[in-house]
């Protein structure tokens, strides 16, 4: 099992940025693919990005391409989530989540953080 915890997340206006991190604990997260996932009030929870085990290939939401970067140290076992460009749209609690290398779906979960993007 992976214990993760976010940090990072506040209250910013719209066009600022936030970086968001993943701290993970116990079974490195180097064997498993890693991602960003959000809720916003009354909705569901959604992708935001995924980055593989290993070199890391990355997988975006079609709302955040080109505005969210993911990343990872694998020595430190963190990963981080860099966001530019933010709109009120994107107000939500923002959760990491660790998925086994192979497996068919997210196992981890952290607590989430809160972004709150004002106009």
């Known amino acids: 099992q992976v214990q993760l915890v976010e940090s990072g997340g506040g209250l910013v206006q719209a066009g600022g940025s936030l970086r968001l991190s993943c701290a993970a604990s116990?079974?490195?997260?180097?064997?498993?693919?890693m991602g960003w996932f959000r809720q916003a009030p009354g909705k569901e929870r959604e992708f935001v990005a995924a980055?593989?085990?290993?070199?890391?290939?990355?997988d975006y939401a079609n709302a955040v391409k080109g505005r969210f970067t993911i990343s990872k140290d694998n020595a430190k076992n963190t990963m981080f989530l860099q966001m530019n460009s933010l709109k009120p749209e994107d107000t939500a609690v923002y959760y990491c989540?660790?998925?086994?290398?192979?497996?068919?779906?997210?196992?981890?979960w952290g607590r989430g953080t809160q972004v709150t993007v004002s106009s």
């Open positions: 980055i593989g085990w290993g070199a890391g290939s990355t």
């Open positions: 989540a660790f998925k086994p290398l192979g497996g068919p779906k997210y196992t981890d």
């Open positions: 116990g079974r490195t997260f180097s064997f498993g693919d």
